[in-house]
């Protein structure tokens, strides 16, 4: 574990975990899972979920909030790969839940914004043993053998 206070590693991949778990809740088409959907919600205190109207706002605020973590400080991560897939990706589910009502589109995008939240978790490759040319020894380098006291310059 790094001693920064910014999230790094791994953990950082579960910060879209919120918006994945409200766009994965049913789009209320299946008469027989809503006993089950309308207990736990209503065990949770929060039976008005059930409705697309507060739906469709929680899910777009979800979505911002892991876009929003994937573009936080991007520069010194992985760059703006990860959050314009991940744009895409809440775009897809978005669309796929709400608008075409496309379970293929919105499973396709829960897929995207999870691979994008890993890939910008991933940490990146240290440059710092990569030499430069003027980093680089001189090429006319003393060598020592084994055993020697004083090592000579070999032409």
Known sequence: MSNDKTPSGRRGAWAALPAVAVALLPNLTCPACWPAYAGLLSALGVPMLMNNAVLLPLTIVGMAVA???LAFRAKRRRGFGPFAVGLLA????IGGKFVFVNDGLMYGGVLLLVGASFWNAQPRRSTANVRCSACA???DFVQIE???????KRS
């Open 67 to 69: 876009v929003g973590l």
């Open 146 to 152: 084994v055993g020697e006291k004083y090592p000579q």
């Open 137 to 139: 020894p001189p090429t």
């Open 90 to 93: 809440a775009v897809m589910v």
